[in-house]
């Protein structure tokens, strides 16, 4: 059911997915719904409401509703205050133990609450107040509009994570290194190879490449070693998440056998897993295959790191609260 | 002379333009070209070293010419190390008065020098002196490839501002609130309009418009307005930075119209300005257009004021120095 008053041409319908939405601003739910559509084969969006000043019924009730619909399995929200906070976060509580809820609590300083008084007119909370809040609810606060697309792209595409032990597969130096930084500042673990997966890695591979973490594929890499590398990793169990960054430049990667090979895993994959191209045409077709199979993309190595650091929050959190981790990306048993 | 091993197919070599780019790491500067080379009209490279583990020039000696390089009007860098970073702090003292230098300095973490070792072998320095250091030597440091690139194309698009007065026009409130909130968080100021301008803006546009910080021109916007709204502000002697968001998907706005109305501002903008639009395919066009216009465009509010930031910082510490403006974008007197 579509009550949505814009048309067609400036507004593209996304099509039927996971992902629900309650904005407090009406162009800027437009806005994610015209994004949603646009991504990949386009199918994210299940319900989207956009309330405005809510008048009848408030952020608590449709909170509630996403929390006991079958077919919403990610929440997002755009809030700027409160009707009634506290049903909202005792909400909160009880369906984040069942599905993430990603959330922008906007109108966090002065500036934003002047802004605020002539759009929505929502009471300013104190933002550490927030934050103290949304942590002990369970809900994935999003600062800005790409923490929030890739934090519900993360938790549409992968898997969870049992832990923080992280491993990069690349054929960069230099964005290893970048990754390898997002991990140290995000606090995540750089994952050991079990020595098995490496001593064979080793054997396999030529000997200027280097087996470690970063596994670094130099630009000599092929598609074959990528795909290879891959199937050597995603079963080793001293892994928890993957970072998989491909820079595309380098003579021997050829993008259209490295993204068939990769279709083979679209429901293999066990660990959570993050995919990073950086570049121009070549990147951009990578991004749009990923896209296909739902496996989540980010243009920058801190970006694909972060997305494992929020995966691994929401882990932690439900491992903490004894709740088992909800099944959204579809993985072969 | 394009000494760049990489095959035209892999890499798309980039226009001819005002940025210079030194990188310790080969992968990462032909990620650089090849997003450059897909921007807008593409005009970007003026010279590209990738340096690796410097056995013959460092880091200090490519600055040194860069800084001497008239048709080298921006560098950005990626550093994993310093084999003489004394020297390069010296001579970016003395550059950093003519030209913005923006850049990374990965090799920020534990996990981050592991990843070296088996990359460059830079050794690590302290990342807080690192950061002292460039602060003092009028170096902009980006913390990520998103910042880098952001920050390029801030210097490449617009003109420095004078102070910190911030100005918001958008369409969509709750964009307005991201964007104040982020004006708050980085500690710009919300411009206030002038009396003048002000008044004549509130009799001109229809009453449920907001004329305050944000312009907010609601969901009914036209391209017209929009274009107005830019008219009357450029020459208000109360602001010093433009942030300009579109939210396309409402249905007044003509995306083509108001594109068409924004190239006569080509070299007219005599103000910082950035520009943002948020959505799909409309959203992409505007991003072209703009980029054809060489100016700085963003996905998203929070990137399109921390762009302000950046300015608003070279900008003082030029000021700090008594060192002019570079001219940059080329501005009608």
């Known amino acids: 059911m579509d009550m949505v008053f814009l048309p067609e041409e400036k507004l593209n319908r996304p099509g039927v997915g ?5 904005s407090q601003s009406g162009a800027f739910g437009s806005a994610f719904l015209d994004i949603m559509g646009s991504l990949g084969a386009g199918n994210y969006v299940s319900k989207f409401v956009s309330y405005g000043n809510a008048s009848d019924i408030n952020e608590a009730d449709i909170l509630e509703y996403f929390g006991e619909d079958p077919e919403t399995k990610i929440i997002l929200a755009y809030l700027e205050g409160f009707k009634d906070g506290r049903r909202f976060i005792e909400v909160a509580r009880r369906v984040s133990l069942k599905k993430p809820i990603i959330a922008i609590k906007a109108n966090r300083t002065a500036a934003g609450a002047k802004a605020v008084a002539s759009h929505t007119a929502s009471l300013a909370a104190n933002d550490d107040v927030t934050e103290a ?5 369970g809900i ?5 509009w790409d923490d929030l697309f890739d934090c519900m792209l993360a938790f549409n595409g992968s898997v969870l994570p049992k832990g923080d032990r992280t491993l990069i597969i690349t054929d960069g130096g230099g964005a290893g290194v970048m990754a390898s930084d997002a991990i ?4 995540l673990e750089l994952a050991e190879l079990s020595s098995e997966v490496k001593s064979k890695m080793e054997s396999d591979l030529p000997s200027y490449y280097s087996v470690a973490n970063p596994i670094d594929l130099t630009g000599s890499a092929t598609a074959d070693q990528y795909i290879y590398a891959l199937e050597q990793t995603i079963n080793d169990p001293n892994i928890d ?6 820079i595309p430049t380098p003579p021997a990667v050829d993008v259209k056998a490295l993204m068939d090979g990769i279709k083979p895993f679209e429901k293999k994959v066990k660990k959570a897993i993050t995919f ?20 989540p993309f980010y243009p920058t190595p801190a970006r694909t790191v972060k997305a494992i650091r929020q995966l691994t929050d929401y882990a932690n959190y439900l491992q903490d609260h004894n709740a088992p981790f909800p099944k959204i990306r579809e993985v072969a048993e």
């Open 184 to 187: 140290g500042l995000l606090d």
């Open 140 to 144: 994935i606060r999003a600062y800005t």
């Open 276 to 295: 990073c191209a950086i570049g121009g045409k070549e990147a951009d077709f990578i991004r749009e295959e990923l896209e296909k199979l739902q496996f």
């Open 18 to 22: 996971n992902v629900s939405i309650l």
């Open 241 to 246: 998440s993957i970072v998989y960054i491909i």
């Open 133 to 137: 809040l949304f942590k002990e609810a």
